[in-house]
């Protein structure tokens, strides 16, 4: 696999008119983190759905986990991919019970629901259950979670399969302060953590960046601002030409922070 886990070079995806992205080379290797970030409409969820498997480009190459999209079986990439998103929360039913939704995924993100699950994959769940602060609610339905419950269980979801690839697709929405800054400090623990997959995570705002994240890919309009280490590319002048207003920037060398000048 030479390490890297995913690669994109001159990633287009196009529908009608609309050049949804346009021209992106972007590299993970697999001992990276990386944000995504971007305002409203710039590309950041067709660009994880690519690497989820779930889209294809109009043109361009896309390898992840040394396999080449259109040219192998993505069902059996699938499995190593953990991926959260509000399109994957969408797809739940209501009435799921959150310890069978998490152990169900045990085959993938997308089980079917027909696997027979053993004791070790029940108790992998609840473990992961555990160290996302919802085990519990292992026996509530989904359907009656709030938001930051709902986004704490789906995380667990997507790493009951011990993924080679995480992304998760804005992890952070529609979570209070207390929630977000939970969220985020356990997101920096799985960053720090050598045998946690390489990551990739969606955001609109650079305080929902986790610590020992490594890596920014800044988005504006379907084309790649910057990418690269996160000290080389989280400057000033690149997110103002990301967001389109002049952004002061600051870190105090565990996070970061964004306003306008
Ligand atoms: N089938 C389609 N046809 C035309 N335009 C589309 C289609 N699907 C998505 N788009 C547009 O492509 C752009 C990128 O969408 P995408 O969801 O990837 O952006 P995003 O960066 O994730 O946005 P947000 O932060 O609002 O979630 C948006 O302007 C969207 O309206």
Redesign the pocket.
Known sequence: MNGHVLRMSGVGVR??R?E?LDGVDWTVEEDERWVVI??????????LRIAATQLHPTRGTVDVLGERLGGSDVFELRPLIGFASSAVAGRIEDDSVVRELVVSAAYGYLGSGKEQYGTPDHARARALLARWGAVQLEDRRFGTLSEGERKRVLIARSLMADPELLLLD?PAAGLDLGGREDLVRRLGRLAGDEAAPAMVV?T?HVEEIPPGFTHALL?RG?GVVAAGPLEDVMTADNLSATFGLELKVENDGDRWSARAV
Do not use: C, F, S
């Not at 971007?38 to 660009?47: D, E, F």
């Open positions: 529908r009608g609309a949804l971007g305002p409203n409409g710039a590309g950041k969820t067709t660009l804005e969606v609109h988005l379907g």
